[in-house]
């Protein structure tokens, strides 16, 4: 009888090898759970991503309707300070031709967005684009400097957020003479147009050049159809250029060729280098991750 409750004893108990097995098993299926909640946490982001493309594309639209119905929010403006420089005919001092041309664009753009009547405030006429103290003083654009030229999510940020104050986007000043005034002044506002997300801006308020992380912290992407083909090039000092279809650089070649192309880098917080776009292209590839206003699914990927 002893005999017999001993080999039971012995057969019911894990062996050492069989052990082992157990927590190997064990071992890859952990390792496969979280090879799989990394995955869903990987898609959750790009899902959250694609959302916030989406959000941000349609504030343009809502602001392009509210600031005087405009064809297009330009990627590209120049600031001038005060209503004598804006609205001179005339190259200033230090201005190039390229310059001038781009603050007699700005300028035309201001005032369909604002109103024929919009002048600025006080004596000389001022403006207080960036929001800090009266007119610029403490910041640019100013007296020493008076011009500044925002480009891609530069001048995103500064059509769809409006003037800062006490370090928030508080839109513009329902205003006939001044749309930069503070809300204390006109309570009544245009915009802002898109919540920002504070943490994520980057560059600064008194430098007045002011842009906004995705969610990954990398770069966006703002280049408006009335830009592709100055961008040619390198629009935002990097190897980034508008998207095409063909490797003609036609007006209608552009992917969105009437509206604008936002472009959200990946995971990798690197652009491709933009030009033809043709998917599928290699895992890895700079722009592979990367997601659009034009496209359905990653960059690198053909439209689901």
């Known amino acids: 009888m002893s005999q017999l409750l001993k080999t039971r004893s012995r057969n019911s108990a894990f062996t050492l090898v069989e052990l082992l097995v157990v927590i190997a098993i064990i071992g890859i299926l952990a390792s496969l759970a979280a ?7 990987e898609r959750s982001k790009m899902v959250a991503a694609r959302i ?86 403490a910041n640019v654009p100013n007296a020493t400097t008076p011009f500044l030229t925002l480009e891609g999510m530069d001048a995103y940020v500064f059509w769809l957020g409006g003037i800062p104050q006490n370090g928030k986007f508080t839109g513009f000043a329902a205003s006939r003479t001044d749309p930069t005034l503070s809300e204390a002044s006109v309570s009544k506002r245009k915009g802002p147009y898109y919540d920002f997300d504070t943490t994520r801006m980057n560059g600064s308020f008194a430098s007045g050049k002011v842009g906004y992380n995705n969610s990954y912290g990398g770069a966006y992407a703002y280049i408006s159809n009335s830009e592709y083909a100055f961008f040619t090039g390198s629009p935002l000092g990097g190897t980034l250029s508008p998207y095409r279809t063909s490797s003609a650089t ?12 936002l472009i959200s880098s990946g995971q990798d917080q690197s652009f491709g280098p933009g030009g033809v776009y043709n998917p599928p292209f290699s895992i890895g590839t700079p722009g592979y991750d990367d997601l659009s206003n034009f496209s359905s699914t990653q960059l690198g990927k053909k439209d689901e």
Do not use: C, H
Request: aromatic content about 10%; proline content about 3%.
């Open 35 to 41: 090879v799989g909640v990394m995955k869903a946490l």
């Open 52 to 137: 916030e493309v989406s959000q941000l594309e349609a504030a343009v639209s809502a602001a392009k309707l509210d600031l005087g119905n405009l064809d297009a929010l330009p990627s590209r403006i120049r600031l001038a300070y005060s209503y004598s420089n804006f609205q001179s005919p005339t190259q200033l001092g230090g201005e190039s031709a390229s310059d001038f041309a781009l603050r007699v664009s700005t300028w035309e753009i201001i005032k369909k967005a604002f109103g024929k009547t919009i002048t600025g405030s006080g004596n000389p006429q001022l403006f207080n684009w960036r929001g800090v103290n009266n007119a610029g003083v």
């Open 250 to 261: 036609t007006a209608s070649s552009y992917y969105n060729a009437k509206t604008f192309q």
